[in-house]
């Protein structure tokens, strides 16, 4: 079974301040993914990942960068939090697309952020 | 740009009743279709994705069936459970995409009553 971590699990931030979301994933995937999910939205891609050492922009990038030190490891930054940021955020691992297969992609539990 | 339309929002119905759920889609290319649950407070995961043989995905008694005439991926279960009360995404990833990108759909919130 896919294992996907996140930390921390719930972060309370203040507005103007600086939040880092960490994920770590054991599966030695090499894409990864960070969405944020909101009622009226379900989850839109903020930025995502082919390995170590690249960044994507997803959908929603305004506001976030991002960081893959590591196979295992994916952050999302927030330099400076607003309350729009307000969100539950996850991370996801998967596969790239093979031959006409499109792999799935493994959730972690998810991070509630509020920024005050 | 691709795009994906879940009609309901909340669909409550008692349990041992049928259920489907909507799903319609736009995209330029020939996409994979993915239906999500997550139930509360935990991650979502991956119910059921389309073939590209045509054949009718199954699991845990849901099924979907690919239209690509209708751009339709609609989600069906004969009797529902109260395990089944969760909420449900329709996704998709579209034939181009390197990185396996999903685009979500807004979800439906399942509720079922005994």
């Known amino acids: 079974e896919a294992a996907v971590t996140q930390s921390p699990r719930n972060k309370v931030a203040v507005t103007g301040g600086k939040v880092t979301l960490s994920c770590n994933q054991t599966?030695?995937?090499?894409?990864m993914y960070w969405y944020r999910q909101d009622t009226g939205h379900g989850l839109r891609l903020i930025h995502y990942?082919?390995?170590?050492?690249?960044?994507e922009k997803g959908d929603i990038p305004d506001g976030y960068k991002a960081s893959r030190p590591s196979q295992e490891n994916f952050s999302l930054i927030l330099e400076l939090a607003t309350p729009s940021q307000t969100s539950v955020y996850f991370c996801?691992?998967?596969?790239?697309?093979?031959?006409?297969?499109?792999?799935?992609?493994?959730f972690g539990p998810g991070t509630r952020l509020t920024v005050l | 740009g691709d795009s994906v339309t879940q009609t309901e929002g909340l669909v409550t119905l008692t349990e041992g009743l049928p259920v489907m759920l909507n799903c319609t889609y736009q995209?330029?290319?020939?996409?994979?279709l993915f239906w999500y649950v997550q139930h509360l407070n935990e991650a979502p995961k991956l119910l059921l994705k389309?073939?590209?043989?045509?054949k009718r995905p199954e699991h845990q008694g849901f099924h979907a069936t690919l239209h690509k005439s209708s751009s339709s991926f609609h989600l069906q279960k004969s009797s529902a459970q109260l395990s089944d009360s969760a909420l449900y995404y329709c996704?998709?990833?579209?034939?181009?995409?390197?990185?396996?990108?999903?685009?979500f759909g807004i979800g439906t919130r399942v509720l079922v009553r005994p």
């Open positions: 389309s073939f590209t043989d045509n």
């Open positions: 996704a998709l990833s579209a034939g181009n995409s390197a990185g396996n990108k999903l685009t």
């Open positions: 599966n030695n995937h090499n894409n």
């Open positions: 990942s082919y390995g170590a050492g690249s960044t």
């Open positions: 996801a691992s998967g596969d790239p697309p093979g031959l006409g297969v499109y792999a799935e992609q493994f």
């Open positions: 995209s330029t290319y020939s996409p994979f």
